[in-house]
């Protein structure tokens, strides 16, 4: 039974969703769990924390999976196919802020989640608390969670004294639950508003504010969507207290390995300097946290681990700064523009940045380059998000000025920013390529049946660095192998297959990936969208893993195989690949199969259905003109409907060797008459030798006209068509006519164009002459007329009069 084909990415999302209807009942596993919400959203460390899972196909939990330190699951219960309840310690230093995690089953694992992490005990926000009349009543260091419905308000009342500070910090969108833009607003007994905040450079959507109270009494602090809207899925956790919650910290950068007295910004009372010391392997931006007393702030600031040298704005006038160097600075007030010289050295490569917004200071920065004659150079702006970057190659030694400013002229002391000059820093780093825009973490974790196996696109990052990139995985759960695997300098990613024997236990955990270009060392880093939205699909909020989740689950019930091809597909042809599927007794359900990638220049459609009644189907492969030459590793995912959910396998990989067509062609314009025979050549040129004969064929002739195929050998220079044109032919000329070439290649055929854009003129029959006639003697000439007489000047302009006006009538 031939298979169906699905021409779209589209179709096969439609194909995924919809395949619960065709799952069969025989078979006692399910698809891949799916978590639709977890409550809590966070926990107090040195707690423990009861967590529930709610979604779908949660049957046979095994373990929640987390990516940082500090988390242990204690018990782990399934009350239902819905329902998974994690009892879970946190532990007294476990980090605080975001931690990631999965739920694993025995069929898979769900996507990411997150939990949070906080030093204050949780409270639930309780209803009705919708105005300062019914704000709900709270002590002071306290983190509140809650939900904004559409047009909702949540209300807080705290009582502080005289010169107390009162901080409030939400998580909102960093939840990743849903767009959800929070806004907080401060307000005293009179309703007086003394701090408002949408979003901030520090949190993006979410906010912060804080006040110093101006007296003894209560202060209400309040929650909303910052449009009013909201829903069931808007969750929040809201900190309140007397914390520290700066907007920058300064300097923007220290050292690694050493201690570094760090002052805090942006707060109505200063935070005391503290002294930070950074880890000897801190490297980039990392987050530091502002602490006063026992208190500490809910979420860090952001410093880079640089052991480049400093000049600041205490510099000496005139000070030049020679390449490498960092220039630290701040716009303090509105109009103020920095200036800086640097020195730097003919054919050295440079990296010019500037890190503002990347470390959470409002500053827009826009950065403007001169030479040393005053001349300006160049404008950057919002290279990388809002910040400029620059990667260039001096032409001469010399000096030159940076100038910094605001985008919109502002100026605040928390404007602060840092330049770097410094040679390209060489980074390499893998993750697994996205297959699905529309589902980003769709297949961003492994999970291989028992006895078969599942395949990704491992992606190579490089940074200022060319070359392979080599990739090695340890700490692979029992049973499961990978085989190291390199990405070529000229690709972006390669394929990946991880296989399950068949014995291997249930289990799975976290895989660390190590990647090597050239000397570089790098590891896996795993961008994770968790909350996207209008306009454009833009991510507004997404998390970073470090490690692969593999897994091994329970085996499919049906098996398919890729039938390895035994000849080439040729540029500017055509293949099919033959595919078998076996499926367990008791289990009928359609596969769905589709390439796991597709090689430059190689074309299949987005999927192909084998129905339950066909044990073979087949994939088109088409290949271009410039399709990548040489032999490609290709594989395909397959997926059934099981349970509700969709079980997924991929195939073994096969070598598909891709190589250039055995000839060319032209096909110069032809022409005949209806009723005739047309010549129509096409002439050969680069012909490959080859055994045997191939067949030639011309395709894209109009109706009522037909061409036998043409067989020849690698000696023949051109290929005659006789075109036979019926009386009735369609007239004129016939655009793309083609030249098709087929050679049988080991019990397999290899086809390919030849020629393309061939015209076929098709003209009727002349017209026959008239018979010749007895010539006929002229008629005698008339008379010639004599001229008439001359007009006179008046009969002249009444003739002009009358011209004039029929022009003007016929132009109305």
Not at 765 to 794: C, D, G, H, I, K
Request: hydrophobic share 45%; glycine share 10%; with cysteine.
């Amino acid at each position: 039974m031939r298979a169906a084909v699905c021409h779209s990415a589209l179709q096969l999302l439609a194909l995924v969703g919809a395949g619960a209807a065709a799952s069969d009942a025989a078979w006692g596993g399910t698809g891949s769990p799916e978590v639709t919400a977890l409550q809590p959203a966070g926990a107090q460390r040195g707690t423990n924390v009861t967590l529930t899972f709610r979604g779908a196909r949660l049957g046979a939990a095994q373990g929640v999976t987390f990516y940082g330190d500090g988390l242990r699951v204690l018990e782990l219960t399934n009350p239902d196919e819905q329902t998974v309840v994690a009892v879970c310690a946190v532990a007294a230093d476990c980090p605080l802020g975001e931690h990631a995690l999965r739920l694993r089953t025995s069929t898979g694992w769900s996507d990411i989640v997150t939990l949070f992490v906080s030093a204050l005990p949780t409270v639930a926000e309780v209803e009705p608390n919708g105005d300062l009349a019914a704000a709900q009543r709270v002590a002071p260091d306290t983190t509140i969670e809650g939900t904004i419905t559409k047009e909702d308000a949540d209300w807080f009342a705290v009582e502080l004294k005289a010169g107390e500070r009162l901080s409030a910090e939400i998580e909102a969108m960093r939840l990743g639950r849903t767009m959800f833009d929070a806004a907080i607003t401060i307000v005293d007994a009179s309703r007086f508003e003394l701090a408002v905040c949408d979003d901030s450079p520090l949190l993006a959507q979410d906010a912060f504010a804080s006040i110093v109270a101006p007296k003894d009494g209560v202060y209400y602090v309040g929650v909303r969507e910052s449009a009013y809207g909201g829903s069931d899925r808007s969750q929040y956790r809201l900190h309140v207290g007397g914390f520290p919650r700066p907007s920058v910290a300064w300097p923007p950068a220290a050292p690694p390995g050493s201690e570094t007295s760090i002052t805090w910004r942006g707060e109505p009372r200063e935070t005391p300097a503290s002294a930070v010391a950074l880890a000897a392997d801190a490297r980039g931006i990392v987050p530091v946290w502002a602490r006063e007393g026992d208190r500490i702030a809910p979420s860090p600031n952001w410093l880079v681990a640089s052991t480049l040298p400093v000049l600041d704005e205490t510099a000496s006038p005139g000070t030049v700064g020679a390449s490498p160097v960092a220039l630290h600075g701040v716009i303090a007030a509105p109009g103020e523009e920095d200036r800086w010289k640097v020195r730097v050295t003919k054919g050295e490569p440079l990296v010019l940045r500037v890190l503002a917004q990347r470390l959470g200071s409002p500053l827009d920065a826009v950065l403007v380059a001169l030479d040393a004659s005053g001349k300006e150079l160049g404008t950057l702006d919002d290279t990388v998000g809002a910040d400029p970057e620059l990667r260039a190659t001096p032409d001469a030694d010399g000096e030159y000025e940076l100038r910094v400013r605001d985008h919109r002229r502002r100026g605040e002391p928390t404007f602060t920013y840092r330049i770097e000059l410094a040679p390209p820093a060489p980074a390499v780093s893998v993750g697994l390529e996205r297959v699905d825009s529309q589902r980003p973490q769709f297949l961003q974790a492994i999970a291989v049946p028992r006895g078969a196996g599942m395949a990704g696109l491992l992606r190579a990052d490089r940074t200022d660095i060319a070359g392979p990139v080599t990739t090695t995985f340890s700490s692979l759960p029992p049973g499961i192998v990978a085989e190291p695997v390199t990405v070529p300098a000229d690709r972006p990613f390669v394929p990946v297959v991880f296989r399950a024997a068949a014995d291997a236990p249930l289990g799975g955990g976290l895989v660390g990936v190590e990647a090597t270009c050239n000397a570089e060392r790098g590891g896996f880093r795993q961008a994770v969208p968790l909350v996207r939205g209008a306009p454009n699909d833009t991510v507004y909020y997404e998390t970073t893993v470090r490690q692969l989740a593999v897994a091994v689950t329970e085996a499919a019930p049906f098996r398919v195989s890729l039938v390895a091809p035994k000849s080439p597909l040729a540029r500017e042809g055509a293949k099919t690949l033959s595919i078998s599927v076996a499926r367990d007794e008791g289990f009928t359900g359609d596969v769905t199969v589709h390439m796991l990638w597709n090689p430059p220049g190689v074309s299949a459609p987005g999927a192909v259905t084998i129905p339950a009644a066909a044990t073979e189907g087949a994939i088109p492969l088409n290949a271009s003109g410039d399709a990548a030459l040489g032999t490609h590793r290709i594989a395909l995912l397959a997926h059934a409907p099981v349970g509700g959910g969709d079980v997924w396998l991929a195939t073994e990989f096969v070598d598909l060797v891709v190589c250039p067509p055995y000839c060319a062609g032209t096909l110069p314009m032809a022409a005949a008459e209806t009723g005739t025979t047309a010549r129509v050549v096409c002439s050969l040129r680069d012909v490959k030798p080859f055994e045997g004969e191939a067949t030639f064929t011309l395709l894209g002739l109009p109706p009522k006209t037909s061409a036998p195929p043409q067989r020849a050998t690698s000696a023949a220079t051109e290929i005659v068509f006789d075109v036979a044109i019926a009386a009735d032919a369609p007239l004129g000329q016939h655009r793309g006519l083609q030249c098709a070439f087929a050679l049988p290649v080991a019990g397999e055929v290899v086809e390919h164009r030849v020629a393309a854009e061939g015209i076929l003129r098709i003209d009727a029959p002349a017209v026959a002459a008239a018979p010749a006639s007895a010539p006929v003697a002229a008629p005698a000439a008339a008379p010639e007329a004599s001229p008439p007489p001359p007009l006179s000047r008046l009969e002249q302009l009444r003739r002009a009069a009358k011209e004039a006006a029929a022009r003007k009538g016929g132009g109305s």
